[in-house]
């Protein structure tokens, strides 16, 4: 799976005006994903009881879509509503058609988890909701063999995002890349494509060789800080190579161990492609995000947030962790389904 737009389309809904703008996006989406009227309408459908939900029980929030290319699902639409309102004190009964706790007909979650391909929800007490809705255009035929989940979220005022994120799978496991380009705009997005057509022409090169070829290709733009993960299921490994500040943690049972990267910034200055290895735990989750996103977060604080979708960890710590004076990336992969 990989974005197909870059930059995520955010709704933020505070008032009953805003929940048409949510379905409009949906469905504009829906269809440049190629979808038949029948599946954008469940899209259309799922996304206009996420941002009614959210006025609901939260009071305000955000819808966050982007369309998403997998090979074996074809094209896809991502939904994910965010709150930090009060939570869901049982999540189970939340989802029975007629359970509500505002006054409402309560058929809000069913009517989202009917109409999705994939559906996920993370709700504490206090601590908000988060809402995971995919739609695909035909159903896996196949298992996955890394469940992967990324956010890339433009600063407020911009109209493009700075931020990009990508992976591939290769003969030994999976190689996943996060570039963020220098300041925000055009400029940025500029330099953070250009990073990342090189990665992905490049994936399966040693780690320092693919930063030199990236390094190389980006003399021409304003630069980047990047970072490339691989992950070989087989020797339990991780090959970690980074340069500037793209945060990278690798989130186990063991708990969090943050991995380095060099100073400098690609393209311009830099003093050193170094490589990096670290053990992989079973049912450990990496996360890679850009600089957009505080780095003071624990999992530990979010109960069962772990066990979750990759896409549902990634807005999680968007919503709760993102800086809000820069553009934001948060892209999360584990091995296998849950």
């Known amino acids: 799976m990989e974005a197909l737009n870059g930059a995520a389309k955010r709704v933020p809904v505070s008032e009953s005006s805003q929940l048409a703008e949510a379905r409009r996006?949906?469905?504009g989406?829906?269809?440049?994903?190629g979808f038949d009227e029948t599946k954008a309408g469940k899209a259309a459908i799922a996304v206009?009881?996420?941002a009614s939900n959210l006025l609901k029980h939260a009071g305000r929030g955000e819808i966050l879509l982007q369309t998403l290319d997998d090979k074996r699902r074809g094209r896809g639409v991502?939904?994910?509503?965010l709150d930090k309102g009060p939570g869901i004190e049982n999540v189970g009964e939340s989802l029975r058609d007629g359970y509500s706790t505002a006054g409402s007909a309560g058929e809000g979650l069913g009517a989202i988890s009917r109409q999705a391909d994939v559906f996920d929800i993370y709700s504490r007490p206090g601590l908000g909701t988060g809402i995971l809705a995919q739609f695909w255009a035909r159903p896996a035929t196949v298992p996955e063999v890394?469940?992967?989940?990324?956010?890339?979220?433009?600063v407020e005022g911009e109209q493009v995002c700075g931020d990009v994120w990508s992976?591939?799978?290769t003969p030994d496991g999976m190689s996943a890349f996060v570039a963020d380009g220098l300041g925000h705009g055009s400029l940025a997005e500029a330099a953070a494509r250009n990073a990342v057509v090189a990665y992905e022409s490049h994936a399966a090169e040693p780690l320092p060789e693919l930063l030199d070829v990236v390094h190389r290709a980006s003399q021409s733009t304003r630069g980047a800080a990047v970072a490339v993960a691989r992950l070989n299921p087989a020797s339990r490994r991780v090959e970690f190579a980074g340069v500037g500040n793209i945060a990278a943690v690798l989130a186990g049972a063991g708990g969090m161990r943050h991995m380095v990267s060099m100073s400098g910034i690609i393209?311009?200055?830099?003093?050193?492609?170094?490589e990096f290895t670290y053990e992989w735990e079973p049912g450990a989750l990496l996360i890679l995000h850009s600089d957009g996103v505080g780095t003071r977060w624990d999992l530990a604080a979010y109960p069962g947030l772990a066990r979750k979708h990759c896409s549902l960890i990634a807005g999680v710590l968007w919503?709760?962790?993102a800086r809000g004076r820069d553009d934001a990336t948060v892209f999360v992969a584990r091995e296998g389904s849950r």
């Open 25 to 27: 996006v949906a469905l």
């Open 29 to 33: 989406l829906a269809r440049a994903a």
């Open 48 to 50: 206009t009881e996420a």
């Open 78 to 81: 991502e939904m994910l509503a």
């Open 146 to 154: 890394f469940e992967t989940g990324g956010i890339s979220i433009a």
């Open 167 to 169: 992976f591939r799978v």
């Open 267 to 274: 393209g311009h200055h830099v003093r050193s492609f170094r």
């Open 319 to 321: 919503r709760d962790m």
